[in-house]
């Protein structure tokens, strides 16, 4: 079955093929490793130190990115319930306040509310990719309020409490016309040219893998690799 994995493509395996497989991974595959790590946790103290740092730290707030990227509801609150204790421990009062009420009001969402978060609707997608979702705050950070915030914005104004309500009252009409202005050039190519991020050209791309390069070699050439317990051992 694993030889077929290896020569086969995803999209020739039958229903069969992949009940197998899942039993051949919950049965050998994942008791072996358990084995390993439940070694190299006893054995080496870096190893146990990186170990808890991927599932307790990463894995979390990787679950919690994925799940609102793709989007997937089902995903989210259990994510949210996972990432609660890291806020504790980090001392994120706010978050973690926050976040536990949230995790208790996702127990009495309304059946209509919880078949749209089902369909993706706590997300938006402004590339139109796959994997590309984004959190609806930020969607005004990039869209009404970088408009607002940038040259010719608001930012900076006056700290004075009588300006500062006008510009709140006036706010929403500056919104609409910023909304409006960009609508009536989105088929330019001046606003085509200008979606597209700054920094996303060949020589940025060639720039980036360079560095993240020169930061492997460091790593290889200086730093021991946690999970080779025979380096390890005290």
């Known amino acids: 079955m694993l030889k077929r994995l290896q020569t086969e493509s995803c999209s020739t395996l039958t229903e069969h093929d992949i009940t197998e497989m899942c039993s ?14 439940n070694y190299c ?3 080496s103290p870096t190893f146990k130190l990186w170990y808890d740092y991927l599932t307790q730290l990463s894995t979390p707030l990787k679950l919690f990115i994925s799940s609102t990227r793709s989007p997937n509801w089902t995903v989210q609150p259990f994510a949210k319930l996972q990432l609660t204790p890291l806020l504790f421990a980090a001392n994120r009062n706010i978050y973690a306040k926050y976040m536990t009420v949230q995790v208790i009001q996702l127990n009495r969402i309304p059946a209509e509310v919880e078949e749209g978060l089902a369909d993706g609707m706590y997300t938006a997608n402004l590339s139109g990719g796959k994997f590309s979702n984004v959190w609806m705050d930020y969607t005004l950070e990039v869209t009404q309020n970088k408009k607002l915030k940038g040259n010719g914005g608001v930012i900076g104004m006056t700290l004075k409490e009588s300006a500062l309500a006008r510009w709140f009252l006036s706010r929403p009409i500056v919104s609409k ?8 050039i989105a088929s330019t190519k001046y606003e085509q040219h200008n979606h597209k991020h700054h920094s996303d050209t060949a020589s940025k791309r060639q720039q980036y893998d360079m560095s993240v390069t020169k930061l492997v070699n460091m790593f290889e050439a200086n730093v021991i690799d946690p999970f080779d317990v025979g380096k390890n051992v005290t």
């Open 177 to 184: 016309y910023s909304a409006v202005f960009h609508q009536s």
């Open 41 to 43: 946790r006893n054995t």
């Open 24 to 37: 051949i991974l919950s049965n050998h595959i994942v008791p072996l490793m358990e084995e390993f790590r």
